[in-house]
């Protein structure tokens, strides 16, 4: 299979950038991605179901993240889940589109420091 | 609002349920496993309006992911641009094989070469896998000694045979292969308009005695050998 190029993915859709993140800490289901995404956002992006399992199929599809062999403890496991984890090339993706997100920021402040100056 | 919340899971559960295979493939029911956790929990938080957002999305996306798939599926056709070129497994329940050369199963592919195909037919009998040796079409009609990939003769090939194939219509290619004015075998393989059946009729004489076969085919797709992005 043709390597990709992470460049090529940027912009990141924000669905994508939103369960890319999700699974930064680790491997996760799909409701717990869904939970993750609405309590670090205060209520503000709520993944819909369709829209989250149509977002998961289509990073698996360009190899983003794959779905996870390994099961949490028992303890924390839910059989009945699917978990998914990122992959090389999801952990690539992610930090550049936080570079180009840090990169947007900045020259956003020194716009506003330069026009607050003048 | 019990009776009220279990309805909406059974709508959710049956929307859920009607998305593409390939969707559901790549994402197990974790979809509809998804709605049994949220709806009560879309209800405490968003109400009403939560579930109308909720089925919202499952109704859009529905659609959209069938488009998707049939794109996908469109892309994987055409991209060959060849109505042979591709890998193709055998529909046992449709075909007939000679009880002397039945597979459990069977498949077939095309390559495209530069005047013609490159046919390889493998699969599994008696619970071994198989290959035949590969051939090469080429139709235009012209007369050719039978020799392997590398040009030497085939053990087990008469002297002097000849092989020679035409493509009397874009989906229709006939082969045959003659010693001393005597037919050894022939066969047409023929691609459905929609481009995803290939009905192959083959008959002559080989190591086993005569044997006479119609199999279909249908297209595997996406073909196992073509990387996929």
Known sequence: ?118 | MNNWLSGCNQIYRRLAHAFPHEFRMVCGDGLEQLGVDVIPLIWREQGVPGLLCCFADLALRLPLEYLSTWARKMRDITMTGDLFEGTWKAKNDESQWDPKYAPEQACMRFEATDDGYLLVAYGIKDGQAVAERPTRIIPDGRRRPIVDLNGRPVPGVPPGALTFGTQPDPHTIEASAEANGNVLGKGTYVVSADGQTLTVTTEGVGLKGPFKVHAVFERVVPDPFVPQS
Not at chain 1, 7 to 16: A, Q, T
Not at chain 1, 22 to 41: A, F, K, N, P
Not at chain 1, 85 to 103: A, F, H, M, Y
Request: charged letters at 35%; zero cysteines.
């Open chain 1, 1 to 118: 299979m043709p390597r990709k190029n992470p460049e090529s993915f940027l912009p990141l859709k924000s669905n994508w950038f939103q369960i890319l993140v999700s699974l930064v800490d680790g491997e996760q289901h799909g409701y717990g991605i869904m939970q993750e995404v609405w309590e670090r956002t205060d209520g503000k992006v709520r993944l819909w179901p369709a829209t989250l399992y149509g977002s998961l199929k289509r990073l698996i599809d360009n190899g983003l993240i794959v779905e996870s062999g390994e099961r949490p403890a028992p303890e924390f496991d839910d059989s009945r889940r699917r978990y998914y984890k990122l992959t090389s090339l999801g952990k690539r993706v992610v930090d550049l589109e936080s570079q180009r997100l840090r990169d947007l920021v900045r020259i956003l402040d020194a716009k506003r420091r330069r026009e607050a100056r003048s």
